[in-house]
Structures are given as C-alpha cells and as structure tokens.
C-alpha cells in the first residue's frame, strides 16, 4: 500500500455528489460508522459562529467558511457554504443605490433592484444601520445626499439569505483551503486531533449534462441543483461528516507507518503540485505530512482518492504556527533523476528565533501506486507526480531570524514569485526553458513575507540564491532583510491583488492584525521605503482569516487587465461624464472583493479592493479599501455581552 484508496470510489463519490448520505444509506448495515464528538445541541447551519477560515471556489460562486465552536456551546464546528456570486451583485447593488427602498435615487432612475436582505432590526430605508450617530455621517462630495458606504458604514446583512448548505465537524478548526484542483476543502481540526475533509463540485468544469457551473446558480437554486454549493463529506442524519472523511488516524488508507496525527493542528500547507500536505502543530514538537488525494490534472472532481496522514515528523521547535509551500521554478535547477528537486515547506513558530525549512522525500524503492491491492493504472501514477512513493519529512535547515529586536513568535507566511514569472513571461513567445535567459529569469528570488510579534512587524526578504562561487543554484537559500513595524497581534499575512485605477492588477501584501483589528496594506514593490504601507483598514473586533475572488497570479506578475464579470446583474452609470469609459460597464470586474472573517464577533465583511470603480451620481464616492458590506450580525462572545 502506497496510501492511496478510493474507499467506494467514484461511484459512490457521485452518489453523495447528488444528495445521497453515506450515513444514511449504510446506517442499516454499519450504524456505527457514522462519527460523533458526543451528545448536545447541534451548531446552528445558517450563522457564523467563531469563523477561523474562509476559501473562495475555483470559478467564484461560492464562499466555504470553517466555524470553530470556540467556546464549546455546541456539539461540533461547522463548514459552511454561501451563494457568493449573489453576496457580489447585492454588494454591488448597494454601492450603487440599485436596491428597492433607496430613498436616494435619483427620480426616475428605473435603478430599482429586488431588496437587500437587511438584518432583522436594522432599517431597510438607509445604508447605515446606526442613525442615531450626532451627525450622521454625509458625503462632502453630496451635502445631504446618499450616505456614504465604508469603514464608518457597512449594514449587517442576513447571512441566511445566502446560505446554501452546512455539515457538523469537530470543535476548534484552524483553517480551511481548497485543493489545488478545486474539488476538495481541508480543514484542520484541534478537538479531534484530525484533517478533516470533503469533496465539492469544481464550478470551473462543466456539470454531468455538460451545461457549466461557472455561470453561477440561479436564485433558486439549492445545494441539491448546483452542486458547488454541496459538501460531500458522508454525512449522517444529524449532518455530521463520517469518520472516513477524518484524516490522521491508524485507519486512514495506507497509513502503512500506523501513525496518529498528534494532538492541536493548527497551520496548513500544500504542496506546489497538491498532492501533500504539511500540518503544524501549537502544542508540540511535530510536523504531520498527508497525501491529499488529488490527481493533479485528472480534470474530474470524480476520480480522487481518500487523504491519508503518511508521517509525523519529530523534533521541530515548540508551538509550530505557520506553514508555507516554497514555489519553485523547475527551469532555475537542472534535471538530475538521481537528485530530483523535491517540494519543501517553511514552518515557523512562538518559541525559537528560526524559520526551519523542511523538505519533502520518498521511500527509496517503494513504487507503484494500489487501490486495494490491485495497482491502479501507470496514468494516474504519472499525475501523481512527486507523491507516487511512500512520503515523509526531515527538518534540512534552520534559518536565524535575527532583523527584528527579539525575532521570536512568528506567524503566518507568505512567498511571491512574481518577480520571475514575469521576467520569463516578458520573455519572447515559445522561449524554451532551456535558454540561458529563461533560466536567468527562474533563478531571480521570490519574495518572502513573516508576521512577527516580537515586536509587532512584518518581517521580509528572499528565498532562492547562487550557491557561493560554484556556480549552481540553491532555490531554498532563505534570507531576511528588514521589516516594516506593525500594531499588535499580527496573525496572518496573504499575498493578494487590487484592481489599480486604470483597471488592472497590482499586487500587495495584506497583513492581518488581529489585536488592533486593523489589516495593513503594503506594495511589496516599495519595501524598504516607508512608503511601502499604502493603507490601514480598520475591521470590526479580532479579525482572523481572508480570502479573495479568484485571480491568476500570472495576470497580476504581468499587471494585466481585469476583466468585467458577465455576471454583474447591473452597470455602472454616469450622468454628467457620458464619456466616462466606465459608463455602461458592469459593476463588478471578475476580481474586486476580499473576505475577512471576524473570530471574536462571528461575522463576515466584505472588503472592496477596485480602486477604478465610481458611479458619477454618488459624487464618485470612493469606497476602495473600506469595508462595504457584513454578512450577519455582530455578536459578542456568550458571557462578555
């Protein structure tokens, strides 16, 4: 065994794909297969509740939330999924006054949408929900016009409205991500010590009819008729997903090590080419390694296997928090079959000065991929790729943080390639990967990104570098610079795009500060000027996880246009400027929002990143990066309020 099984396989995938419960259909048989963390009240499917992560999926139309239970009301966590491309047109709607309701208007506008699903006891004639501010806040550009939308002004919105589906995990997740093929959500979960996973409908491929998910649902539509917003994760009657969907046990398929994922997961990574993942661990000296599952390039959601946990490694520093894949250029490195350039992860942690990096190997000798003993066919060996032999970890490197005062207590972590990607793609068309100018270009470093609190700072630098006066290239060379000073309890960092005035895309880096509720904006392409940070943005109380509408990361190395979406259900516009070259486009381009998830207040808000968006009738009111939207109500911690 190789630890890849299909459990049932695709025929049983596709059942649940269409509503079926793997609980249901076999609790006559095997009723004790359905998992349980114990008796109490189920988790409410319809609210956030002490969210901890969010993911987007592959073609936009659907936004996954992991909620954590933190204070333990409840019997379990949830997952949840939400109409997305619904979130983004009554977003859009709202900027631009097209709701039923708007006393601000113009007269005759003909603008009037549907209404917009206020939360219950928040005006619907107004965009503010608070009118009891002395003096509400106007639009200078407007004397006694629309109120403006922003930081000052983002009405809690009923996440009910946009809820589609929701299965019952364990208590206390850490994360949830969508694996590379867009097919499978992952979520760390602390309070069974397990990955806990379940399969979605990739909505960039095309339904069992052959019609195409990424058009996005209609309003009507269910987690039983757009199969995006389903999550397969064998659940029983009570909602709750089966134990074959919790990773990191003796019973995972091919665990042929017999290992247990130790106890308190916490930060997350998978592999360039998606087939493995690295968990740390808060709490220990451990790394766990899974596979995945996932066969990179099947283009099915169909045809994966189930993730296993496949080794556990030993004696990295205390309170492992962060975790990142290191990009690399095939092309930067040559081909040696002998000495194959392996993936590698970068971990950080609360306790050590150090950024250890950990690399990524197979058993010599142990080929061949099986499925219940029978080998599965040479194809899927081949898409496989660097996980088709039994896999583990070893801790290569240690490198000192030594830019900040103290240099402890690191946390997320972000890598750029940027930089070569759009070196090699300036390069002339066809430019083989052999030339010395496109391995020049594959051996530029990629930029790395550390939220640090030791003191308050993002820490940067660069990962890749010439091996001394050899001549080779070492892609796994780590070395820091400087950093940028920050406020208290920077937690996570996100490489991400806005959309710049003229439309295209410009990268940043997006900073989560979860103590001062602030998100730091910097430009990466300014550090280490003090220039570098281009804008603060308060939240609502103890933001914690983000996510972003879908982007191609070659798009934004190369500064490329955004486009509009089809899918915006209204246009832009302009009374007094016909000429203005946003008049009748759509409101929203294919990429403009970002996602922040509120951990101590359980809601979610939405942040516009379009800086060439404006409508001239609202005195071209800017709302770019402001708040411009809540999906549900703010709500204290049960004993605080």
């Not at 379940?198 to 990424?214: F, K, R």
């Not at 709490?283 to 996932?294: A, I, K, P, R």
């Not at 979860?514 to 003090?530: G, R």
Request: glycine letters at 10%.
């Amino acid at each position: 065994m190789n630890g890849r099984s299909s459990r049932g396989g695709t025929r049983r995938k596709r059942a649940l794909r269409h509503g079926a419960s793997a609980c249901g259909v076999l609790a006559l048989a095997v009723a004790a297969a359905c998992y349980s963390t114990g008796d109490g009240t189920a988790p409410p499917p319809e609210t956030f509740y002490f969210p901890v992560g969010l993911a987007v999926s592959a073609a936009g139309n659907v936004l996954y939330a992991a909620n954590s239970d933190f204070d333990l009301q409840w019997n379990g966590g949830t997952v949840q999924s939400y109409d997305l491309n619904a979130i983004r047109n009554d977003t859009a709607r709202l900027l631009l006054g097209a709701y039923a309701g708007n006393p601000f208007l113009p007269a005759g506008s003909g603008d009037a949408g549907a209404p917009l699903p206020w939360a219950s006891g928040y005006p619907s004639t107004a965009p503010c929900p608070d009118t009891t501010i002395n003096p509400p806040p106007t639009d200078p550009n407007n004397p006694g016009g629309r109120l403006p939308i922003g930081e000052a002004c983002a009405p809690p919105m009923s996440s009910q409205a946009y809820w589609r589906d929701s299965v019952v995990i364990g208590a206390f997740a850490t994360d949830i991500q969508l694996s590379t093929t867009g097919s499978r959500l992952f979520v760390p979960v602390r309070g069974d010590a397990t990955l806990t996973w379940m399969d979605v409908a990739n909505d960039l491929l095309p339904t069992p009819s052959g019609a195409s998910y990424a058009a996005g649902a209609s309003a009507n539509d269910t987690a039983s008729t757009y199969y995006p917003f389903f999550l397969d994760c064998g659940r029983d009657t009570t909602g709750r997903c089966d134990a074959a969907h919790h990773a990191g046990t003796l019973n995972d398929p091919g665990n042929t090590r017999q290992v247990s994922m130790p106890g308190e997961p916490f930060g997350m990574a998978q592999s360039d080419d998606g087939t493995a993942i690295a968990i740390t661990h808060q709490t220990q000296t451990e790394t766990s390694l899974f596979l995945t599952g996932v066969v990179p390039g099947a283009g099915t959601s169909f045809d994966d296997f189930d993730p296993s946990i496949q080794y556990v490694l030993q004696g990295v520093p205390l309170g492992g928090i962060g975790i990142v894949s290191i990009p690399h250029d095939l092309a930067a490195v040559p081909n040696d079959p002998a000495n194959p350039l392996r993936p590698a992860f970068l971990q950080s942690n609360d306790s050590t000065a150090q950024i250890d990096l950990l690399r990524y190997y197979t058993d010599e000798g142990y080929q061949g991929l099986f499925d219940g003993g029978a080998a599965v066919d040479a194809g899927a060996a081949v898409a496989v790729g660097s996980s088709n032999l039994r896999p583990f970890l070893i801790d290569e490197q240690t490198f000192e943080v030594s830019v900040n005062s103290s240099g402890t207590n690191s946390r997320g972590m972000a890598i750029d390639p940027t930089p070569r990607r759009a070196c090699e793609l300036a390069l002339p068309a066809g430019t083989p990967t052999t030339d010395p100018a496109y391995i020049a270009c594959a051996q530029l470093p990629a930029r790395v990104f550390i939220a640090n609190r030791s003191p308050a700072s993002l820490i940067y630098g660069q990962i890749g570098a010439p091996n001394g006066n050899d001549g080779t290239y070492n892609p796994d060379a780590l070395s820091l610079s400087g950093n940028v000073p920050l406020t208290a309890g920077p937690s996570n960092v996100y490489l991400a795009p806005i959309v710049d005035q003229s439309g295209h895309y410009s990268l940043r880096v997006f900073v989560v500060c979860f103590d001062s509720q602030i998100i730091y904006v910097i430009d990466p392409d300014q550090l280490p000027s003090e220039n570098a940070v281009v804008a603060i943005i308060r939240t609502g109380p103890g933001p914690y996880a983000m996510a972003f509408d879908p982007f191609n990361l070659d798009d934004v190395a190369t500064h490329a246009a955004v486009p509009f979406d089809p899918r915006s259900q209204i246009t832009i516009q302009a009374t007094s400027q016909p000429n203005d070259p946003l008049n009748g486009k759509p409101a929203l381009r294919k990429y403009r929002f970002a996602y922040v998830a509120s951990f101590t207040d359980s809601f979610v808000q939405i942040l516009d990143l379009d800086q060439s968006f404006h409508d001239d009738r609202l005195g071209n009111q800017a709302t770019f990066e402001t708040i411009v939207y809540t999906l549900g109500v703010p709500t204290q911690p049960k004993g605080s309020q």
